[in-house]
Every structure is written in structure tokens, then in C-alpha cells.
């Protein structure tokens, strides 16, 4: 069994800074790489990608968000941070972790999805 969990979302006025968390845990072998994706009030089911991380440490980010969020990762605890700086109103969404991983060896690499947290971003 595989559980991921994000925590740290909130709510902040428009400028200030946010850091989220995910944790992965349960029966892994490894993990592949981790991301960020957020789907905003309004857009339906569609998720739009935020930021990713290899674990050889390749980034990723969306245009929206380069240079104010920085994401990273601790490869002991199996788990992921996303920094947020100088946040504006459009970053308010349900923010969501995902994590592609393998089981055993020889497994293939399956994803899992945390269940959301919610950062609002307002005065």
C-alpha cells in the first residue's frame, strides 16, 4: 500500500510565501521523480502542471511560476517541497503531489496522487 499526503497549503495575502510538503510512504522500492500540479476554481477537472523533480534532481517549472517557486526533495525521507514566494491571486488553487514510483525491482512505475491541499491566495 502506497499513501501520499501534501500538507502546508493555506491561505496568504497576495506577496507572501507558502511552503507545501509531500510525503510518500508505504511499500517502495523507489521513486522516479515527484511534481506539483494545481487546478484552479472554475477550470474543472483539468490539472495544470506546476513543477516536477527527478530524483538525479531535474526541475521542471511552468512558465507562471518560475522564479518566485522552488521545488525540492529529500531522497532519505521520500519526500518533496514546493516553496512559494511572492504569491498573486491567480495561484490560488487545490494543489496536488504526485509521485511515480516502483514497487519491487521489477515493477513498472505507476503514479499516485495525494488527495489536495488548498492554498488561496487573497487580501
Known amino acids: 500500500q502506497v499513501q501520499v499526503v501534501e500538507s502546508g497549503g493555506g491561505l496568504v495575502q497576495p506577496g507572501g510565501s507558502l511552503r507545501l510538503s509531500c510525503a510518500a510512504s508505504?511499500?517502495?522500492?523507489?521513486?522516479?521523480?515527484m511534481g506539483w500540479y494545481r487546478r484552479a476554481p472554475g477550470t474543472g477537472t483539468q490539472r495544470e502542471l506546476v513543477?516536477?523533480?527527478?530524483?538525479?534532481?531535474?526541475?521542471a517549472y511552468a512558465d507562471s511560476v518560475k522564479g518566485r517557486f522552488t521545488i525540492s526533495r529529500d531522497d532519505a525521507k521520500n519526500t518533496m517541497s514546493l516553496q512559494m514566494n511572492s504569491l498573486k491571486p491567480e495561484d490560488t488553487a487545490v494543489y496536488y503531489c504526485n509521485a511515480d514510483l516502483r514497487l519491487s525491482t521489477h515493477s513498472a512505475v505507476y503514479r499516485y496522487w495525494g488527495p489536495g491541499t488548498q492554498v488561496s491566495v487573497s487580501s
Open positions: 513543477a516536477t523533480i527527478t530524483w538525479g534532481s531535474s526541475t
Open positions: 508505504g511499500s517502495i522500492f523507489s521513486i522516479n521523480a
